[in-house]
């Protein structure tokens, strides 16, 4: 008598604070949190077999026929955007390197993606690290150093071809 059943899914812990209330949380925790539960899968083309491999191939060519060819094909066409093997959409991604196929949606249907196009994402404008996260199924901190990784790039070619400039006045690029 007079005991009280604290079970990990009670509703409160032993601090007396609810253990999903947001306000006990603090806003740099809710807002680095992933947006969506499920993390992006990688399938290895180590584990494909030959014959997956060989009917990729064969659909890959009658596809690229019927997929827009400029952006201004594509910004007409249906959204969300059926062209998953498009560098530009968001469902998927294959390394270049490995040649690895990475799910950034793997609980989704390419059709119930609310934005399928990083193109449109970039025509819509500026927009914060928090949205991108969202969109892209990545964290608000990842967001952050691609983008900062990104203009360390622009700012190394922005160099580069100054030095370009000195050494070949006539170069134009």
Known sequence: MGQVNESPNSQHSMHGV???DPESETRDRRRSRRKRAVRARTISV??????????????????????????????????????????????????PRTGAIKLNFPDL??????ISCALDVAENGATTLEDVGGILNL?????????????GRLEALGDMLALRELVDPDFCP
């Open 139 to 151: 964290t608000r901190e990842r967001i952050r150093q691609l983008e900062l990784s990104a203009l």
């Open 46 to 95: 180590k584990r494909m077999t030959r014959t997956d491999s060989e009917l990729g191939r064969e659909m890959r060519a009658r596809l690229d026929a019927l997929r827009p060819k400029t952006r201004g094909e594509c910004a007409e066409g249906p959204r969300p955007c059926p062209h998953v093997s498009c560098r530009h959409h968001l469902y998927l991604d294959v390394s």
């Open 109 to 114: 249907e390419v059709w119930d993606l609310p």
């Open 18 to 20: 609810s253990a999903f």
